[in-house]
């Protein structure tokens, strides 16, 4: 008698090798633990957006309920997308300009509008070269890719995502991580690198704050290591810069990082209120070499102007009293939310605009996350490939906009709900042994 897929446990690999010539047989080992999961109410990346981004949010689930609630789930940290000055700026565009670039940078795509979006991440960053990226991926992804060589070395912090991971692979760069925010170990491995190879391009790669856990690296030590061994700083600071920090220059203001990385990547998609992303750096030269030869930029269509206005007003007002107002607002909401949920699971790191909780078990967070929609809290469950094989996690992303008065019962519908994830999931595991 065939077994029954567990809908919450035992994800097949995404491929399978050697189960036929065509792709759908490759892929076809899937099919039969989605339809369980479909048919559980859980089906991963079906839920559809019904209505704007703002605090309280309305999406459709895979089966065209609606569903409401308080919207933790997406990257808005200081409430801009739904931001009247905002929206104003992106429709005078659109009606002057229209809706697509139309084209890459290298083919007329890049608009004029670009120019005062780049200064305005030029004043946030420090850094004077701003090159504007079609996404945050592709900024992470592009830089990488174009800025190293097969003789070349990138050291990456373990936790590093995919985009800057995968720019320094298909470059041919030898990848050596380092232990998470380990600087000791990063040390040792900078001394031998730089002892065996006196004269490679070294690279070290880390985000400014951790999605996953909250955590951040102690970036005045980094500098100084980078220096000290004449490698070269790429950090990323697309999940703080604008929503964190003095000025809103996120972890680089927080750490009073005068000493500037040589390469900052970043997202416009957590803060600024648009799609896109973004590569800046203190030397022209390199600036115009990235323009020319990273594919992420002069291989795909541009920014479309009512993005550049959108994402220009958006800085705009994260550099004001207003945006200071805002950051304030988000940092007591994440206290806030983070002292009413004082569980075992909650990690203490610093109050970011992340919440991360991780279990050691993949079928707790969707259970939960679908608790949690019932009793109207949306979140966002993560599972495997987007968490370590065998864990899920529960993310959520704090708003400048949500009411601290409502965090506490937040708290108390994430408590029942993980606790009612970690039974069930429990349970399910012992019926499919």
């Known amino acids: 008698m065939p077994t029954v897929p567990d809908p919450l446990h035992r994800r097949p690999p995404v491929l399978s090798p050697g189960s036929g010539v065509s792709l759908p047989s490759r892929v076809s080992g899937l099919a039969a633990w989605m ?31 609606i569903r409401e609630g308080l919207n933790f789930t997406s990257c808005d940290h200081l409430g ?18 229209g809706p697509h670039s139309a084209g890459p940078a290298a083919a007329a795509g890049l ?8 200064a305005g991440l030029a004043e946030l960053t420090g850094l004077t070269e701003v090159t504007a990226m079609p996404s945050g991926w592709a900024a992470g992804y592009g830089a ?4 190293v060589g097969r003789d070349d070395v990138v050291l990456l912090d373990a936790h590093t995502g995919g985009a800057m991971r995968e720019g320094a692979r298909a470059a041919g760069a030898a990848l050596h991580p380092f232990r998470h925010t380990d600087l000791n170990h990063l040390a040792q491995r900078l001394s031998r690198l730089r002892a065996t190879r006196p004269r490679a391009l070294i690279v070290v790669a880390t985000p400014a704050l951790f999605p996953h856990d909250g955590a951040t690296p ?16 790429v950090v990323d600071v697309g999940q703080d810069l604008g929503c964190t920090g003095p000025g809103g220059r996120g972890e680089l203001g927080l750490q009073g990082v005068e000493d500037l990385p040589d390469v900052v990547v970043g997202s416009l998609a957590r803060t600024f209120a648009s799609n896109g992303g973004f590569v800046a750096t203190g030397s022209v030269e390199l600036a115009r070499y990235l323009r020319h030869y990273s594919p992420a930029h002069a291989g795909s269509a541009a920014l ?46 610093s109050p970011g605009p992340i919440l991360a909780l991780t279990f050691p078990d993949e079928a707790v967070a969707p ?6 929609g019932e009793e109207g809290v949306l979140v ?18 704090l708003m400048a906009t949500h009411e601290p008065a409502l965090l506490a019962e937040v708290a108390r519908v994430l408590t029942r709900s993980l606790e009612s994830g970690i039974k069930h999931a429990h349970s399910l595991a012992l019926r499919h042994e």
């Open 35 to 65: 339809q369980a999961r479909g048919a559980s109410g859980l089906a991963p990346g079906e839920v559809r957006l019904t209505s704007g981004v703002d605090a309280w949010m309305e999406v459709q689930e895979a089966d065209g309920r």
């Open 304 to 349: 479309s102007p009512p993005q550049l206005a959108a994402a220009t007003t958006a800085v705009r007002i994260v550099r004001s009293s207003e945006g200071a107002a805002r950051r304030a607002a988000l940092q007591r909401a994440a206290i806030t939310l983070r002292t009413a949920l004082a569980r075992p699971w909650l990690r203490p790191e």
């Open 111 to 118: 608009h004029v509008l670009v120019e005062p979006l780049c």
């Open 367 to 372: 259970v939960a996350a679908w608790l949690c």
């Open 218 to 233: 102690d970036l005045l030590a980094l500098r100084r290591l980078t220096r000290d061994y004449a490698a070269t700083l």
């Open 80 to 97: 801009l997308c739904s931001h009247r000055e905002v929206r104003e700026a992106a429709a005078g565009a659109l009606r002057r300009f």
């Open 380 to 397: 966002t469950p993560l599972e495997p490939p987007n968490t370590v094989r065998g864990t899920s996690a529960l993310r959520l992303h």
């Open 144 to 147: 990488l890719r174009a800025l």
